[in-house]
C-alpha cells in the first residue's frame, strides 16, 4: 500500500520550497494547510468541491471482479510477514492522500490541515472530528501514534523509509507531531501522511476467540479500520470479497466524491497468469492489466473483444509520473556478482533485441537508464551541476562516468551476438576468471560461474530461457528455479537468491525512497527494496544530495549523477519495458473521460454501469 503512494509523483516545474496552501491562522507564526506540495502548489482551493477528474455522478453499484496470483496469509498492513492480501488499502484511511494530476501533492484524508515550520524539522497533522473507525469510535492521535510506532517496529521497509522520523506524539486534542532528525528535509512533511492508520482501541482488545491481538504480527482476523470498505467474507489463500461501508463517515468529503463506486469488490486468487486470462475470457473476471506483450499481441482475438464486450485500451497516463528500471538483479552480496566487470559482462550476454521480435512483437523497449522515461534520466556526458557533483566524487565512482554515455549492447543479428559474447568473455577474463573448455571458471578457485535465477511464475520461463541459453555458450550453468508466491516473497525478503527479475517504479520527485532502493542501510534490512545488496559511500552521497537540494535544479541535477553512478556500476543488467498500462475490461465498467493526467484511477474512480 505504502509503496503504491511512494511511486506517485510526477515533476512538472520547479519549486525551491514546499508549496504552501493557507487556509487559516491557528497561532502566532503558525499557519494551517489544507494540502501540500514538494514540487508545484496543489491546484485546488480548501473549499474544492471535488477531484476534476472525477465523475461525481458515478453511480454506486455491481460488484468488481478482480484476479491475483499466488496466495495470501495477511490482512496487516504494518508488518513484513507472509504475503499481503490484495485490497487491504480499502480497509484504512492515512493522513493525506494524493492527486494524479498533480506533481507531489497531497490533500487532507483524516487530517483536515496540517502545519511545520519553515526549517522542515517537524509537522503537525489536524485530525478531522468527524472521522470514525468502523465501530464508531473517534480517529485519534493516539491511534496515529500507534500505528506510526507499530510501522516502525514491524516493517523493515517503513522503517528504513522513516528513518529520520525520530518521533510521533500527541500534542493536542485532535494533533499530532512527527519530528525530523534533520532539517530541510522536504519530503518528510508529506511521506509521514502515507501510512496506514489503524486502531489502537482495537488492538487492545482480545478477538472473538479471546485471544489477545498482536498488531507485530500477520493475522487473517478481518481489520476493523476507518475506510471506505469492510471485508465481508474470504476463503484463507483463495477469495476476498469487500463491501462498500454505508456508514462510511469521509464518504461526503470532496476529496472522496466521485470514488469508491462499486458496492462490491472481490478477489480471485490463480496459480498463474495463464489461468488468471482464461477466467477473464469466461468472464468470472472483469479486469486485467496485461504484462505479457505476447499475449497483448497474439490472444485477444476471441469474440468478447471483436464484438465489444471487452474493450482494450494502452495508456501512458501512469507512466507521465514514472521512471522505471526493469532489470534482471544479481545479488552483489554473493561473491561472483562482487566484480562490476562480472556483472557488466552478464549485460553483453543479453539479446533483447530478438527477444522483443521473437516473444514480444516488438513491443516493448529496452530501459537504459533507473529513471527510464523521464527527464531524470541521465543522457550525453555530464555537464553543469551535474559535473560539479560528480568531480566532488571523482574518487568514488567510475572514471567512465565523465567519458563514456551509457549505453546497453546491441545484439539481434548473429554478428553481433558473436561479437558482445566475446567482450562479455574479455571481461570476465579482466575479473579473473576463464573459459576452459565449456566452462566459465574462476582462475584462483577453480569454481565455476553458477547461478540461479529465481522467479516466481512459470509464464517468465520463456522469457528467462532465451538469456539461460545464451550464458551457457560463455560456460555459465545459470538455471531457472520457479517457486510458489509464499516461497518467492520470503527468499526475496531474506535476500536467499543469487538473480531476480527486479522492479522499481520511481517517481519524479525522488527523495526518500532512494535510500529504500540504493542506500547502504537498505543494503542489510531484510524486506528493503536494495535487492541488489548496493552498499557504495557515492551512491549513499548522491541520494542524500538529492533529498537535501535546495531547488528543483539542484535536485535533477544529482538524480542525473545518482542515475548515471548506478548504470557505470552495472548493478543490475537492463531488460525492458512497454511505457504504457495494457489494460482489456469488460464493457460493464466505465471510467471517467478523460482519465487524470498521471495515472489510471482503477478502481478508485471508475464504476459499474449496471448492478450485477
Known amino acids: 500500500m505504502l509503496l503504491a503512494r511512494i511511486r506517485k509523483t510526477c515533476l512538472v516545474l520547479t519549486c525551491a520550497a514546499m508549496a504552501l496552501v493557507p487556509i487559516a491562522a491557528a497561532a502566532e507564526e503558525q499557519t494551517w494547510h489544507h494540502a501540500i506540495g514538494t514540487l508545484e502548489p496543489p491546484k485546488l482551493p480548501a473549499d474544492f468541491k471535488a477531484l476534476p477528474y472525477v465523475n461525481t455522478k458515478a453511480p454506486k453499484q455491481g460488484e468488481l471482479k478482480l484476479a491475483d496470483e499466488g496466495t495470501y496469509d495477511n490482512f496487516n498492513p504494518l508488518v513484513d510477514k507472509g504475503n499481503p492480501a490484495s485490497g ?37 497533522f489536524r485530525l478531522r472530528p468527524e472521522a470514525k473507525w468502523a465501530d464508531g469510535q473517534p480517529v485519534t492521535p493516539d491511534d496515529v501514534v500507534f500505528s506510526f510506532e507499530s510501522a516502525k517496529a514491524n516493517s523493515n521497509l517503513l522503517a528504513n523509509y522513516y528513518r529520520h522520523v525520530t518521533s510521533a506524539e500527541k500534542t493536542g486534542e485532535r494533533e499530532v507531531t512527527f519530528r525530523f532528525d534533520e532539517k530541510n ?31 507485530s504480527k500477520g493475522s487473517l482476523e478481518p481489520p476493523m479500520g476507518s475506510g471506505p470498505y469492510r471485508i465481508a467474507s474470504f476463503q484463507a489463500g483463495a477469495t476476498i470479497r469487500y463491501e462498500l461501508r454505508e456508514d462510511y463517515w469521509g464518504k461526503d468529503l470532496p476529496i472522496n466524491i466521485g470514488q469508491n463506486n462499486f458496492r462490491v469488490i472481490s478477489y480471485t486468487y490463480f496459480a498463474d497468469s495463464d489461468v488468471e486470462f482464461e477466467a477473464f475470457r469466461a468472464g468470472n473476471i472483469d479486469y486485467r492489466q496485461e504484462n505479457s506483450s505476447s499475449r497483448w499481441a497474439t490472444r485477444y482475438d476471441f469474440d468478447a473483444v471483436k464484438d465489444g464486450r471487452i474493450k482494450r485500451e494502452a495508456l501512458p497516463n501512469a507512466f507521465r509520473a514514472r521512471g522505471i528500471m526493469q532489470a534482471y538483479v544479481p545479488n552483489l552480496r ?13 549485460n ?40 560539479e557533483i560528480l568531480d566532488s566524487l571523482k574518487d568514488k ?152 537540494a535546495p531547488t528543483r535544479e539542484d535536485q535533477v541535477a544529482a538524480v542525473h549523477a545518482l542515475d548515471r553512478v548506478l548504470l557505470a556500476n552495472h548493478f543490475v543488467i537492463p531488460m525492458f519495458y512497454s511505457g504504457e498500462s495494457k489494460i482489456a475490461y469488460w464493457a460493464k465498467l466505465a471510467h471517467p473521460e478523460p482519465l487524470p493526467e498521471y495515472g489510471i484511477g482503477f478502481p478508485a474512480l471508475w464504476w459499474a454501469k449496471g448492478a450485477e
Open 185 to 215: 528535509n522536504k519530503e518528510l512533511p508529506a511521506i509521514v501522511g502515507e501510512f496506514p492508520i489503524l486502531p489502537k482501541h482495537w488492538y487492545a482488545a482480545k478477538d472473538a476467540k479471546g485471544n489477545p491481538r498482536d498488531v
Open 334 to 346: 554473493r561473491d561472483q556478482f562482487k566484480d562490476a566487470r562480472v556483472r557488466e559482462a552478464l
Open 348 to 387: 553483453y550476454a543479453y539479446d533483447f533485441e530478438d527477444l522483443n521480435k521473437n516473444l514480444a512483437y516488438g513491443g516493448l523497449k529496452r530501459v537504459d537508464s533507473f529513471f527510464w522515461g523521464t527527464d531524470l534520466a541521465s543522457s550525453g556526458l555530464p555537464q553543469g551541476k551535474e559535473l
Open 397 to 548: 565512482v567510475p572514471a567512465r562516468v565523465f567519458t563514456e554515455p551509457y549505453t546497453n549492447p546491441v545484439n539481434g543479428d548473429p554478428q553481433k551476438v558473436r561479437d558482445n559474447l566475446r567482450k562479455a568473455i574479455a571481461l570476465f577474463k579482466e575479473a579473473g576468471w576463464e573459459l576452459k573448455g565449456n566452462r566459465m571458471v574462476n582462475v584462483k578457485t577453480g569454481q565455476p560461474m553458477r547461478f540461479e535465477i529465481l522467479l516466481n511464475n512459470p509464464s517468465m520461463e520463456r522469457t528467462v530461457l532465451p538469456y539461460v541459453a545464451s550464458l551457457k555458450k560463455i560456460g555459465i550453468d545459470a538455471s531457472i528455479r520457479t517457486v510458489d508466491s509464499s516461497q518467492y516473497v520470503n527468499r526475496v525478503r531474506a535476500f536467499d537468491f543469487d538473480m531476480i527479475f527486479g522492479v522499481w517504479a520511481q517517481t519524479m520527485d525522488p527523495g526518500n525512497d532512494q535510500l529504500v532502493y540504493w542506500g547502504s542501510a537498505a543494503a542489510s534490512q531484510p524486506g528493503s527494496m536494495n535487492y541488489a545488496g548496493i552498499a557504495d559511500p557515492a551512491v549513499d552521497d548522491l541520494i542524500r544530495r538529492i533529498i537535501q
Open 88 to 124: 487491504t488499502g480499502l480497509l484504512f484511511d492515512t493522513l493525506l492522500t494524493s492527486s494524479e494530476d498533480e506533481i507531489g501533492v497531497r490533500y487532507g484524508l483524516l487530517a483536515e490541515a496540517l502545519t511545520w515550520p519553515e526549517d522542515r524539522s517537524s509537522v503537525t
